[in-house]
């Protein structure tokens, strides 16, 4: 019998989808499952960006551009020129498939097999996953939930940089903390990727998901000072509600970081047509789309994280953006407890379904005490799922 290899088999397993095949005997049983562990959201997408698919003529339906169908590309352009972000041109936007297919070009891009990227633990943990695949170690620098998972002092950061650092990779805003870093902390990642000749990828798919006034800082608004140095990573999924049509994007100034992408895009021929035609609406929908949907999930924050607190031994920092939040649980083992929910506490029926925490970070031990939590459900849910959580946390602490 020939082997599959130790590269394939020590893929890790997205912490997001662990306990998905519990799922369906449970929904077969008739029991309603409040799902709190993946960022798909309930909110409509654009009646706009629907359009496209009422009236499709194409026939038949043929490869889209490898980097990306002229039409989507434009549209991504008037986007971040909107944003104040004028210099870039097409060339420096590959479309993707999902913001998924951009990270793992980035850390190709970046690094050689065994190199680290630095990152900040809890960080989104899809990114182990690519890391495996492309063979690239990620070195963690932890945060607290006691300063809201902010960055530590920049010696903690730089302790961590070996001559195999080759990029630092964040997510701002952060999933799975919901942290809105500050202006003063990217000026620390960038004076950083200076002095030891490192790439910035920050990832910014829920770029316009920040609340109380606040405003994610662009690693664009950098590009001057580091023009070849910056990744970005960006997604329609969360802004649009279109995880589905799997739309991502790479932007860099960088020439020959971009044609290596490029030669991996033609590689896989094309990302979807369909899904970039509806892509290409970005710039019909309306502003007022965005701010009522930032508007929702802020008010999901607030009922979600009130309710969490009131539960004894809960604790959590407020989240600035995205539609995540960590809690720290009064239990020794989330693994355990999220799947216990499932296979063991259904009360009236009804369960909920976690994110483990530990998945979250690179550090054994770290997270265990700890679940990650999606509010992409109505208020109603939320408080119902807290609930659930709250007898659950009673039952399983006897
Ligand atoms: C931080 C972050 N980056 C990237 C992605 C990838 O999203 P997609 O492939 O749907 O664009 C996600 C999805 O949850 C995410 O949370």
């Not at 097409?90 to 190709?108: C, H, K, Q, R, W």
């Not at 070849?228 to 960088?254: E, F, H, M, P, Q």
């Amino acid at each position: 019998m020939p082997q599959i290899s130790e590269r394939f088999k020590n893929i890790p397993v997205s912490s997001i989808r662990k306990l998905s095949p519990l799922v369906a005997p449970l929904k077969a049983q008739g029991i309603k499952i409040y799902h709190l562990n993946i960022g798909d959201p309930d909110v409509k997408t654009p009646e706009v960006m629907l359009e496209p698919l009422k009236n499709w003529q194409e026939n038949p339906i043929r490869y889209a551009q490898a980097a990306g169908e002229p039409a989507f590309i434009q549209a991504l352009l008037k986007y971040y020129h909107q944003l104040g972000f004028d210099f870039l041109k097409s060339n420096d936007i590959l479309a993707t498939i999902g913001g998924s297919e951009a990270m793992v070009m980035a850390f190709l891009a970046v690094a050689e097999v065994d190199d680290e990227i630095l990152v900040f633990e809890p960080f989104y943990s899809n990114y182990n996953v690519g890391a495996a695949v492309s063979g690239v170690k990620l070195v963690s620098v932890t945060t607290s939930i006691n300063n809201g998972f902010h960055l530590p002092p920049v010696g903690d950061i730089e302790a961590k940089i070996t001559p195999r650092t080759k990029a630092i990779l964040f997510s701002n805003p952060c999933n799975p903390t919901g942290t809105v870093y500050t202006k003063e902390e990217i000026n620390v990642l960038v004076e950083l990727a200076k002095k030891h000749n490192l790439f910035l990828i920050s990832d910014e798919v829920y770029r316009e998901y920040a609340f109380d006034n606040k405003v994610p800082v662009s690693l664009l608004s950098y590009i001057s000072e580091l023009p070849d140095r910056i990744i970005v990573l960006d997604s329609l999924s969360k802004r649009y509600s279109l995880c589905g049509a799997r739309l991502g994007v790479l932007i860099t100034l960088n020439e020959s970081l971009m044609q290596g992408a490029i030669k991996i895009a033609q590689s896989r021929l094309s990302g979807g047509l369909i899904d970039q035609v509806i892509g290409a609406q970005l710039t019909k929908v309306s502003a007022s789309y965005i701010s009522a949907v930032q508007q929702e999930y802020q008010s999901r924050r607030d009922v979600l994280y009130n309710e969490l607190v009131k539960i004894p031994g809960v604790t959590a920092y407020k989240p600035e953006g995205a539609f995540y939040v960590m809690v720290s649980l009064p239990i020794k083992d989330s693994d355990d407890f999220c799947f216990w929910f499932l296979t063991e506490f259904h009360p009236n029926n009804e369960t909920v379904m976690l994110a483990p925490g530990s998945g979250f970070y690179t550090t054994a031990g770290m997270g265990k005490n700890e679940v990650r939590i999606a509010y992409v459900l109505k208020e109603q849910d939320l408080k119902r799922a807290v609930e659930i959580i709250k007898l659950g946390l009673e039952e399983y602490n006897k």
